[in-house]
């Protein structure tokens, strides 16, 4: 009995230690896959800017930045597509903003968990997911042709704000219900109406959140061509916008005419396109880091 | 606290939004009485002589939308009018031949450029819209046929090789072709259908027979470009100016319809021998349009220089008498 129980044991701690070799060989073997994954993206980020570095750097310049679009390369600027984003975005900022952040509230606040508002959440998830082509015909029905705004900053904006709408309703949506319910628990305790504690309670402790969401949101619609394209916003446009009924034309819808140039020169001049759209696509999101950082540290 | 700042931000922000359009509402206003609205109205009695300034200076505003095949010339065209008039504000957009022709029959633009002529659908709902309009050829572009550089054996195509090549469920490999060329398949890269390069192609060689399902499509002529480039035994087709740009990897086919092969170069293009692959491209201009004078400006300059800016983006220019057979059209549909 006593032997047969020992070559048991024995046989047990040998199983143990070659499942532990096993183990740890699998740790490896995963930990070398996700690094290989983290360094395949990397890489392609790295070879993208690069490319784009040494494209477009020579063709950097403040001459580039102040002079309008042009048929010869060397002459061509990306002003007019610079401040044109620049006024869309005004736009689409405060409109997106106030709508999204307004129906978040509601339907996290306000609104009865009903079959209704299930509805409601559901579409707007959907929305979420919706091709930006078809808001494009959206905004054309609706903004440039119904509300006749024509080819507008504000029917561009508009038709932005609707793209990038749903993705804000959910970030801030997050956001809202990531407040602890005892904070709001309390501050009904104390008598105050739902508004007084959404507007005390709620939103500050939520606002670094939806700031985020709606900065990436922008971000999105900064790169965005489709939408503008359906609406007919313009491409050789030689002025600035005075006002938000002034025709207009954005950053991408340039820097992709610049490519689709047969002439080599232009795949440069777009580059430099490119270079300043992801400068100011790395400045919004570095306003989004820093609001999210100061307000929570206020907290 | 630090809610309140983000209120005033948000507040701020809405109040400079606001604050725009309302400075905008009374800029457009006053801009109304100097000068006409020309974007979609058609009513333009009266605005002759608030259009101008006087002394020769124009100002006003021009839809010009369409094809991305002409819209180089036309950014040519309009950089050139901007030196000239200053105040005429003259956009280009890029909405393709059919979805410009679109705005133009919505009334919504008053040039319009496309690189195929209209078609009859087009044509018949301008009409019931009330709206005339001519026809101005701008400009040649040789569709280009090409292969790679290192394809060696192609060494001109006629048209029936073409159509065998092109149409679907035709030839697959080379050897289908001429017995001599490789047992290899044929790789096809097209412009996209939405473009009017592909309704011409379909037009002229596939003779409205669907194109080869094995076709990559693409709306942008440098993949079309890079494709070919790679391979051996791919084929493309596009404007001469992705040809003209690319010489030194791209090998081009002369084409022969019957009188022996001709490649396309600014001769054959421009005297009509490169057939039947010189196509023109057109813009079309509404008639009630070139009552403002700005607009009948822009599109008198614009016939005068359109050779010219055509050669130096890539096109061929037209003969001579082509421009003066346009001017007549301009000057007979502005009544004179």
Redo the contacts between chains.
């Keep these: 009995m006593k032997v047969v129980g020992d070559t048991t044991t024995n046989v047990q701690t040998n199983k143990k230690t070659a499942n532990i070799s096993g183990r740890q060989l699998k740790n490896k073997l995963f930990k070398g896959l996700f690094v290989a994954a983290t360094g395949l993206s990397l890489l392609v980020l790295i070879v993208l800017l690069v490319r784009i570095f040494t494209q477009g750097i020579g063709h950097l310049s403040w001459d580039y930045l102040t002079s309008?679009?042009?048929?010869r390369p060397e002459d061509a600027g990306i002003y007019s597509a610079f401040i044109g984003t620049i006024w869309m975005m005004?736009?689409t900022?405060?409109v997106a903003?106030?709508l999204g952040v307004g129906t978040a509230i509601y339907l996290e606040e306000y609104a009865p968990k009903n079959k209704f508002t299930d509805l409601i959440q559901m579409n707007i998830s959907n929305l979420a997911g919706v091709p930006s082509v078809v808001f494009g015909l959206l905004g054309l029905t609706i903004f440039v042709?119904e509300l006749?705004l024509?080819?507008s900053v504000?029917a561009g904006g508009l038709t932005m704000a609707l793209l990038i709408l749903p993705i804000i309703v959910v970030a801030s949506q997050e956001a809202i219900r990531s407040v602890p319910a005892e904070l709001k628990e309390a501050s009904f305790a104390m008598g105050a109406t739902k508004w007084q504690t959404t507007?005390r309670i709620v939103?500050?402790a939520a606002?670094p959140g939806i700031?985020t969401g709606n900065i990436l949101a922008l971000s999105r619609a900064i790169g965005e061509t489709a939408p503008l394209?359906m609406i007919?916003?313009?491409?050789?446009?030689?002025?600035l916008p005075?006002?938000?009924?002034?025709?207009f034309?954005v950053m991408p819808i340039q820097i992709f005419?610049w490519?689709?140039?047969?002439?080599?020169e232009f795949?440069d001049v777009a580059a430099a396109g490119i270079i300043i759209l992801l400068v100011m696509l790395l400045v919004m999101n570095s306003i989004a880091v820093w609001i999210r950082n100061?307000?929570q540290k206020?907290l | 606290m630090s809610l309140k700042k983000v209120w005033m931000l948000i507040a701020l922000a809405a109040f400079m939004v606001v604050a725009a359009a309302c400075g905008g509402g009374e800029e457009t206003e006053s801009e109304a009485e100097e000068t006409p609205e020309e974007n979609e109205t058609d009513n333009t009695e009266g605005s002759d002589e608030e259009a101008s300034d006087g002394e020769g200076n124009l100002s006003g505003e021009i839809a010009i939308d369409g094809s991305s095949t002409v819209f180089p010339i036309m950014e040519a065209v309009s950089e050139e009018y901007t030196q000239e008039q200053p105040d005429v504000r003259a956009p280009v957009g890029v909405s393709g031949s059919g979805g410009g022709f679109e705005k133009f029959i919505a009334g919504e633009t008053d040039l319009s450029n496309a690189s195929r002529p209209i078609k009859e659908e087009e044509a018949e709902m301008l009409e019931e819209n009330g709206i005339d309009y001519i026809e101005l050829p701008l400009a040649y572009d040789g569709l280009s046929v090409v292969v790679s550089e290192e394809n060696d054996f192609v060494d001109y195509l006629t048209v029936e090789e073409l159509q065998q090549i092109w149409v679907d469920g035709e030839a697959e490999t080379w050897s289908d072709i001429r017995d001599e060329w490789p047992d290899e398949p044929i790789e096809r890269f097209s412009p996209g259908a939405d473009s009017g390069t592909f309704d011409y192609w379909s037009e002229v060689i596939l003779e409205d027979a669907d194109i080869s399902k094995d076709a990559q499509l693409s709306e942008d002529d440098n993949v079309l470009v890079n494709g070919v480039m790679g391979s051996p035994n791919a084929i493309a087709y596009f404007g001469y100016a992705y040809y003209a740009e690319n010489q030194d990897t791209l090998k081009i086919v002369p084409i022969d319809n019957g009188d022996g092969a001709v490649e396309p170069t600014e001769e054959t293009i421009n005297n009509g021998t490169y057939e039947p692959l010189s196509r023109p491209i057109f813009t079309y201009v509404k008639e009630s349009s070139l009552e403002e004078p700005h607009v009948r400006d822009y599109v008198d300059f614009m016939n005068e220089i359109a050779g010219e800016m055509a050669l130096e983006v890539g096109y061929i220019n037209l003969p001579e008498e082509q421009y003066e057979e346009n001017a007549e059209k301009i000057a007979e549909a502005a009544g004179e």
Excluded: D
């Excluded at chain 1, 309008?68 to 048929?71: M, Y």
């Excluded at chain 1, 490519?259 to 080599?264: A, D, F, K, L």
């Design positions: 309008f679009p042009s048929r005004a736009v900022a405060p903003f106030v042709r006749s024509g080819r504000l507007y939103l500050p606002i700031l394209i007919g916003a313009l491409t050789y446009v030689a002025f005075e006002n938000i009924m002034s025709q034309t005419n490519t689709s140039r047969p002439q080599t795949h100061k307000f206020q």
